[in-house]
Every structure is written in structure tokens, then in C-alpha cells.
């Protein structure tokens, strides 16, 4: 099994960056998609960004896009999501997610079996 740590939330303001990084123990690192969702206060679980294992693929939610930059570094066992432009509302809890999962179904929560604990990431105006 490969277990998750992610790090780098924080307090910023509108406009700012931060940089998330999930660190991967255990389990094969590169045969796990690895996903980036966020939940805020009253609002369901969404998708932010994924990568997956083989090919590269990434997907972008539409609010996040052009902001928001996944990578993962295979040496490191670590996958970043580098966030800039930030806005208040993508204040929320950001989690990491591994699974075996395919290009297609990357922004579906379901398909990952592996979670870490979230990092806090607050956005004032």
C-alpha cells in the first residue's frame, strides 16, 4: 500500500502562490495516478487537478485552469500542484489521492484508494 503526505498549505493572499506537495511512501510510486481534490466548507468534494501514472495525462478543473499546475517527480516519490493567481474561493482542505486509474476516469474520486490527510489552504481578500 502506498501512504500519502501532503504539505504546503497556508495563508496567502488573493493574487499569491503556494506550492502543495504530496509525498508517497510505500506501494510503486509510478504505477498510481495521483489526484489533488479539495473540499470546502458546504460543498461537495471536487476535483482540482490529477496526473496519471503512465502516459502523463493531467486534468484540470475548469475554475483552476491556466492557475493551476500539476507535476510529478518520479525520483522524489512526490507530485506538486503549483497554485498561482490564487482567489478566496479556493480556500478550502486539499487532499492527495492515489489509485490505479485510467486517463479517462482521473477526476473521479471513487477511483482512488488511497487518501492523505488534507492541508489547509486559506485565501484572503
Known amino acids: 500500500d502506498v501512504q500519502l503526505q501532503a504539505s504546503g498549505g497556508g495563508l496567502v493572499q488573493a493574487g499569491g502562490s503556494l506550492r502543495l506537495s504530496c509525498a508517497a511512501s510505500?506501494?510503486?510510486?509510478?504505477?498510481?495516478?495521483i489526484g489533488w481534490f479539495r473540499r470546502a466548507p458546504g460543498k461537495e468534494r471536487e476535483a482540482v487537478s490529477c496526473?496519471?501514472?503512465?502516459?502523463?495525462?493531467?486534468y484540470y478543473g475548469d475554475s483552476v485552469k491556466g492557475r493551476f499546475t500539476i507535476s510529478r517527480d518520479s525520483a522524489r516519490r512526490v507530485v506538486y500542484l503549483q497554485m498561482n493567481s490564487l482567489r478566496p474561493e479556493d480556500t478550502s482542505v486539499y487532499y492527495c489521492?492515489?489509485?490505479?486509474?485510467?486517463?479517462?476516469?482521473?477526476?473521479?474520486?471513487?477511483?482512488?484508494?488511497?487518501w492523505g490527510q488534507g492541508t489547509l489552504v486559506t485565501v484572503s481578500s
Open positions: 489521492a492515489a489509485g490505479n486509474v485510467i486517463s479517462s476516469t482521473l477526476r473521479d474520486s471513487t477511483k482512488y484508494a488511497y
Open positions: 510505500g506501494g510503486t510510486f509510478d504505477d498510481y495516478a
Open positions: 496526473i496519471s501514472s503512465y502516459d502523463g495525462s493531467t
